[in-house]
């Protein structure tokens, strides 16, 4: 199977769907991502790009409200923050790093700080 995902005039992902291999050529990507965008377009019409379920390619597996950027040819996530810019490898970064001691922690926008969460036990 094969995932595709259809995306606005903005580059903005509006849905995914599942694609029978044999409707994509039978083939490896990236020869099935043009007959499988061709299957998809004539069936429901749009612009689609082939997505991957185990992030093999286009960086991750696209959703709803993800954004395709052409030059990068991948899938970029929603901007989770405000304050959070997007790198060259196409992942949010916070303003601050994560502490890395082994506790869970949460992004607080209002205070740009990260605040350990307390244990659920």
């Known amino acids: 199977m094969a ?5 606005d005039e903005n580059n903005i992902v509006t849905q995914v769907i599942v ?3 044999s409707d ?13 965008a061709a299957f998809c377009n004539n069936l429901l019409g749009g612009t689609w790009k082939q997505t991957s379920y185990n992030h093999n ?4 597996y696209a ?7 052409a030059d990068a040819d991948m899938f970029i996530a929603p901007q989770p923050y405000p304050s ?3 790198d060259a490898e196409g992942d ?5 790093p994560m502490p890395d001691d082994g506790n869970v922690y949460q992004w607080d ?5 990260w605040i350990a969460v307390p244990d659920a036990d």
């Open 109 to 113: 926008e209002e205070n740009q700080q």
């Open 92 to 96: 949010w970064q916070p303003p601050t």
């Open 63 to 69: 959703g709803i409200g993800y954004t395709f950027d």
């Open 84 to 86: 959070w810019t997007l």
């Open 24 to 36: 994509c050529g039978g083939g490896q990507y990236p020869e099935s991502d043009p007959i499988g």
């Open 3 to 7: 995932h595709f995902a259809q995306i």
């Open 57 to 60: 390619f286009r960086k991750r």
């Open 19 to 21: 694609v029978a291999d």
